[in-house]
């Protein structure tokens, strides 16, 4: 009984590992092709004066996009090709942990019937409020 216990955590663990490897290499390795090319300057240009407001360089735009539209796992491996200190990756965790993911959950509160509008605006709005206090008490300390 012990034994099989450890053959399927391993088995579980060995899938789970496989499941978000499949989600954030993938990730990792297109933003890291993307920094060898003039679209992450691009990106990090358009974006810094809206990041500044998080304490956040131009360049996290694009895992917070990737984050809410696809998973935090995505996140994960935009987040790893792109240098980022450790303030920086609180804030974009910290705003993630509420608006992540928004194009699956959002289709799964609209079958539990409850206003789209109200959750999206609700996620969105404490992920920006969340990143404006942790991006100011950072900057802070």
């Known amino acids: 009984m012990f034994i099989n216990s450890i053959k399927t955590g391993v088995l579980k663990g060995l899938e789970t ?48 996009v990737i984050g809410n539209l696809l998973s935090l796992y995505a996140a994960i491996g935009a987040m790893k090709a792109i240098a980022l200190t450790n303030l920086e990756i609180t804030i974009i965790a910290v705003m993630l942990s509420f608006s992540h993911a928004l194009l699956v959950e959002t289709a799964v509160t609209k079958r539990l019937g409850v206003s789209v509008i109200k959750v999206v605006l609700i996620r969105v709005g404490l992920a920006l409020v969340a990143g404006l206090i942790v991006g100011r008490v950072g900057a802070i300390l």
């Open 17 to 64: 590992t496989w499941m978000l490897a499949k989600v954030i290499i993938p990730v990792y390795f297109v933003v890291t092709f993307l920094q060898y090319t003039p679209v992450i300057d691009w990106i990090a240009y358009l974006f810094t004066p809206l990041m500044t407001v998080f304490n956040l360089p131009g360049e996290a735009a694009i895992v917070l």
